[in-house]
């Protein structure tokens, strides 16, 4: 048994933690499935999100029958998983287009979150991750969402910090690398027209993303069915690289439970 705790920093809604974060976090103790050097590849883990999960909290965290659960209370926050499913990358768009793209964000206008650590604009450089993706394109499915990007660079107080980290070039950690393909997926979505919280992320990562080096995360809408919203997102380096990938799926909510704000009609 371990613990894990999500500090304030991390929120996502203001009294819950950041879903992409709180995954990540869950998904760097699943010990089946971590490489020895935490600066190597991981493969794909699927992480569910059962309840929002309680801020500057202990949850205990367990493993059985190849699954991590983290629980408070006796009920289940959220469960980890190795999967064998492909995850399929979004394109890329160069640092130029990515760049421009934020000037368009949404979220500039209206956010139902504005503390968020990914995607929040109340929060402050070196605090937030301010990923704020402007659409550059439409999804490549009709009707399944949009093609979203924004310009990245990992502030030296995002660095990993794992025992097991062993690496000469200060990288994020595995946590704030699963932030930082959380939110955009829900832009790619349709965040602006309904509220949404994340229900399920599956994230692959091949490299963790250098401090201070520019990178790309692209978002792509791929669909709706019901309450739930399929997203994807893809994280690239300055050359170009994949650094890592993730598919999502949101859920409608009712703003009111998640103490998200609403636009004004």
Known sequence: MSELIVPRRFCGPPDSGNGGWTAGA??????????????????????????????????LVGQDGGVTTASFGGTPIATAQRSDRDLAEVEPVSPEVAAAASSSYPGLTFHPFPTCFACGTAREEGDGLRIFPGKVGDAGQE????????????????????????????????????AALDCIGGWAGDLTERLMV??????????????????VVVGEGRGQDGRKTF???TLYDADGRVVATAEHIWIAVDPAMFGGRVPSR
Do not use: F, K
Not at 32 to 54: F, M, T
Not at 146 to 164: K, R
């Open 143 to 178: 009707g399944a969402g949009d093609l979203v990007a924004a310009a990245w660079t990992p502030h030296p107080s995002l660095h990993e910090d794992w025992h097991t980290y062993v690496d000469d070039v200060p990288r994020a950690s595995v946590a704030v690398t699963w």
């Open 198 to 215: 994340l229900g399920r992320m599956t994230a692959r990562v091949d490299d963790l993303p250098v401090i201070g080096e520019p990178h």
């Open 26 to 59: 869950l998904a760097a103790l699943d010990e089946p499935d971590s490489p020895d050097n935490r600066c190597d590849s991981w493969p794909a883990i699927e992480v569910s999100l059962r309840q929002p999960p309680p801020l500057d909290t202990p949850l």
């Open 231 to 233: 997203t994807a997102s």
